[in-house]
């Protein structure tokens, strides 16, 4: 029989950091930290359930490396540097063909992204993963949803869609060829999160979030936070590699307009892309590219900021769409 000890030990315990920030990790009843001088702390809670963000059966590997993937997209999105996490686990039993494979995927994306587990809880009950991860950023530096102006442009980090295409396949609502169902699965799966542009941007970009709902609800966000609308070009939104393949294949089988549609809709509404979205002032484009070549993550500009409130969709002649998206939401969809 695996103890509650035994499974952190085993499991979750690393070496002592080197890190001089992470004072005290995991054993004691606090962890302790010390952020950089002068640092002002960034912290954000993830949780994952069961059967509501993830299958049950879902590859272990894979979803510890998503649960951090999602909780480090928030210190992205905020410009913060990664500084350390903790890990609230409720476990239906403790068995180690899912536990050792599980801490890899986390810890694993931990040590590429320098951020250390310094403690936790396990209890036993329904599969449930809550992550609370802790950065670092300059005081005045955060990345905020209340920062956008009018006159903004706005930027997309890497390309849209593609996550929620593999749960359109799960689901049968259409079915990929293997190739395209593998890049699809991966976007799924293993979110990559955007810190390096994150960082980057601090100085340039006036808003950011990342989107975790599909963009138009979560530009939504900064929309309302920041008291401004937004003017957006469908069709200028980067879709993901298997998307547009798919897109591509429908367009020789089916109308043009199916294909556009299911495009449109899985860019602008998809969810679980976890790529940023930004305003930054038109004068800094230069900027902005600058912190895309430095970051190594590609940007597309999508739009503007605009004084007049509410959201305007534009397709690729310039002519307004008229759409009824709405994003993810845990209370009212079902
Ligand atoms: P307490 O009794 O104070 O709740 P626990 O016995 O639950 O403490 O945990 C012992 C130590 O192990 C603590 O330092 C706690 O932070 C850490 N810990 C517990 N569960 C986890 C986990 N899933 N991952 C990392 N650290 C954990
Ligand atoms: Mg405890």
Not at 40 to 68: E, T
Not at 98 to 121: Q, R
Not at 146 to 155: C, E, F, L, N, Q
Request: some cysteine; hydrophobic content about 40%; proline content about 6%.
């Amino acid at each position: 029989m695996l103890s509650e000890f035994d499974l952190i030990q085993d499991y979750f315990v690393t070496p002592p950091s080197s890190d001089p920030r992470i004072q005290l990790g995991i054993g004691d009843d606090c962890a302790l930290l010390k952020p950089d001088a002068g640092m002002q702390l960034a912290i954000s809670s993830d949780m994952l359930v069961s059967g509501r963000h993830f299958f049950p059966d879902a590859d272990p590997y894979l979803l510890g490396h998503k649960c951090l993937a999602v909780n480090l997209s928030d210190l992205a999105a905020m410009g913060a540097k990664p500084l350390a996490f903790n890990l609230a686990l409720a476990l239906p039993e403790a068995n180690r063909g899912w536990l050792a494979p599980f801490s890899a995927g986390m810890l694993d994306l931990a040590k590429e992204y320098k951020c250390t587990l310094i403690g936790g809880d396990t209890t036993k009950g329904p599969l449930t993963i809550s992550i609370t991860v802790f950065g670092e950023i300059p005081p005045g530096q955060a990345l905020r949803r209340d920062s956008a102006k009018a006159g903004d442009d706005i930027w997309i980090s890497g390309e849209l869609g593609d996550a929620r295409l593999a749960l359109a396949h799960y689901w049968n609502e259409l079915k990929l060829s293997d190739q395209d169902f593998a890049i699809a699965a991966k976007r799924m799966h293993q979110p990559t999160p955007r810190i390096a542009l994150g960082l980057a941007l601090r100085g340039i970009a006036h808003a950011a979030l990342d989107i975790s709902d599909g963009l138009i609800g979560d530009l939504g966000h900064i929309l309302k936070r920041s008291g401004v609308g937004a003017s957006l070009h469908a069709d200028l939104l980067p879709a993901g590699a298997a998307l547009r393949n798919f897109a591509h294949h429908q367009l020789r089988t089916q109308s043009q307009d199916h294909s556009n549609n299911k495009q449109r809709e899985f860019t602008l509404a998809g969810g679980d892309d976890y790529e940023l979205c930004f305003t930054a002032p038109s004068e800094l484009r230069t900027q902005v590219l600058a912190a895309s070549i430095s970051s190594n993550t590609p940007v597309t500009r999508v739009g503007t900021i605009d004084s007049e409130s509410g959201m305007r969709l534009f397709d690729a002649a310039g002519q307004p769409l008229a759409l009824a998206l709405t994003s993810f939401d845990h209370f009212s969809t079902p």
